[in-house]
């Protein structure tokens, strides 16, 4: 079956525009997970959903960075007046639902350029 | 401090050679996962584990909750297993994983 998938592949964008990164989960997969990894460095978490809630968004640095979830499927990273800083590889992984005992399933990136 | 460490962060071995990459953590677990990505970003998950040891095709890894340490070993190395190896870990109920920073594996013919 199809795995994660996230568009754009790549994005540039100019300082202080607003992007928004999307992601499809594995169909019936009920918990989504979004990071961002910066060259060099291991993923870091982001925001955590199961369902169409947001069950843990303490690693959204900040309040330009904002997701969404609104049927419980695809999910949306929007990020306002993009700083240079913000540059990375945004990951997505899905899996069957948040418990422990579950793999999660990661899509290949979107690489975020902001110039 | 990181709350999840490996070592080395580079490794170059000869073709044939037996790999250990070491991953150590110092908060509770509920799970450990051992990660592959190759250059372009895609994250391929290896192993899961919470207690002993698990083992497919060349690839073992092993974990020792009381001391906070998991291992992940390859045997009879090839240039194809050429990627960064991540060891993550789940903390509690919550689902979300934190990663060591990646050991980068370069693996000449």
């Known amino acids: 079956g199809a795995g994660v998938s996230q568009t754009p592949s790549n994005k540039v964008t100019e300082k202080g525009k607003y992007v928004e990164l999307r992601c499809d989960p594995i169909s019936g997969h009920t918990a989504l997970y979004w990071y961002r990894q910066s060259l060099g460095q291991g993923p870091e978490f982001l925001i955590y959903f199961q369902g169409t809630g947001a069950a843990d968004d303490s690693g959204l640095p900040n309040d330009r960075f904002f997701a969404v979830r609104p049927e419980g499927s695809v999910s949306t990273l929007k990020i306002q007046r993009t700083e240079r800083g913000d540059s990375a590889m945004y990951l997505c992984?899905?899996?069957?639902?948040?418990?422990?005992?579950?793999?999660?399933?990661f899509g290949p990136g979107t690489r975020l350029t902001v110039t | 401090k990181n709350e999840v460490e490996q070592s080395p962060q580079n490794l170059t071995a000869q073709e044939g050679e037996f790999i250990t990459i070491n991953c150590s953590y110092s908060v509770g677990i509920s799970a450990l996962h051992w990660l592959q990505q190759h250059p372009g970003g895609g994250i391929v998950s290896l192993f899961m584990l919470s207690s002993g040891k698990k083992k497919h095709g060349r690839l073992i890894a092993t974990i020792n909750i009381q001391e906070k340490h998991s291992s992940l070993h390859i045997t009879a190395s090839h240039p194809r297993d050429s990627a960064v190896y991540i060891c993550?870990?789940?903390?509690?109920?919550?689902?979300?994983?934190?990663f060591g920073q990646g050991t980068t594996l370069q693996v000449k013919p």
């Open positions: 992984a899905s899996s069957l639902t948040g418990g422990a005992g579950y793999e999660q399933y």
């Open positions: 993550a870990v789940r903390s509690g109920n919550t689902g979300k994983l934190i």
